[in-house]
């Protein structure tokens, strides 16, 4: 259980990296770490699942500014996938809605599967996501009743490694007619480990459906750097929003002047920092701003000095 809610000044801006727990959803732990850090600014960058445990990026104060940003950054799994059964959610937790033996399907047709799955693909994200459909959530709609279909879009798997197959029996007992994936996926964000599972169940004609999904790294930040909320609780501490920008963005240092102008909101001429945004910082090492380049300027996206 966390502490009682801190009293004092408010904590340090900065990002905490926590391994979420199964069972809690993102919204959970925000609410955790803001009795844990005396401070309702606490927001998560990317969400993880009920089921889904590892690496949930919390900005806290002026960071969680930078959370819209980190959401965009690509992001590495350790995930297992059932083929055999397929469930309404794509993953254990919802009902199984159709089997089939996948006794009969051998490695390499799961590997031309995967290879299907990688890359530069369109998918069509889980039902039970948390896309609006019409202003209400998709999951919402599923749990109401309702029939969803949601667009395909574009998304990016770098990488879809099979680590290890296990022939399993099914829940008749029946050996041999579900296959166990141990999996290492890294995608890029808006990607469903879910909808992956599913897909490839649905290509190899068994169905399939995600039974443990883990993240392991969200950007540079990993299961190396993350705490659990019972560390946290007993000494909450947060890595400090220079240190974050820098790990996450390219770097500009500025001079004294370019400080001030980009401190006010104004534009500075563009450094050849490439796509995305670029942390920008003083002459003393403060973080300044958040800028992206076009057409020869680099114009702040967010500015983290001042009031």
């Not at 590892?54 to 002026?62: A, S």
């Not at 009743?145 to 770098?158: D, K, N, Q, W, Y």
Request: net charge neutral.
């Amino acid at each position: 259980m966390s502490k009682p809610r801190r009293t004092g000044p408010p904590p340090p801006d900065g990002l905490v990296v926590v391994d979420k727990p199964a069972g809690l959803t993102s919204h959970d732990v925000v609410g955790r770490l803001r009795r844990i850090a005396g401070t309702r600014r606490v927001g998560h960058a990317g969400t993880l699942d009920p089921m889904a445990t590892g690496v949930l990026v919390i900005g806290v104060e002026k960071a969680t500014r930078l959370l819209g940003h980190l959401a965009l950054t690509e992001k590495t799994y350790e995930a297992t996938i059932r083929l055999g059964q397929a469930t309404v959610t794509d993953d254990a937790e919802g009902e199984v809605t159709a089997t089939a033996s996948a006794h009969a399907v051998a490695r390499d047709a799961i590997d031309a599967g995967i290879a299907e799955l990688t890359g530069d693909i369109m998918q069509v994200p889980s039902k039970v996501s948390a896309i609006k459909v019409d202003g209400k959530r998709s999951y919402a709609r599923v749990r109401g009743g309702e029939e969803v279909e949601l667009a395909a879009r574009p998304v990016t798997v770098s990488r879809f490694e099979v680590h290890d197959m296990r022939r399993v029996a099914d829940p008749d007992g029946t050996p041999d007619a579900l296959i166990d994936l141990d999996a290492t996926v890294t995608c890029s964000s808006g990607t469903y480990i879910r909808a992956l599972a599913r897909d490839l169940g649905v290509r190899l004609g068994v169905g399939g459906h995600l039974t443990m999904l883990r993240r392991t790294a969200v950007g540079p930040y990993t299961l190396d750097a993350a705490r659990t909320l019972d560390e946290l609780a007993e000494s909450f501490s947060v890595l400090p929003i220079a240190d974050a920008a820098a790990a996450a963005f390219p770097r500009r240092d500025v001079t004294a002047e370019e400080a001030r102008v980009v401190s006010h909101g104004g534009r500075l001429e563009a450094a050849g920092g490439g796509a995305g945004p670029i942390a920008v910082f003083g002459p003393d090492g403060t973080f300044l701003a958040l800028v992206e380049e076009s057409r020869g300027q680099a114009k702040p996206v967010a500015v983290f000095v001042g009031s």
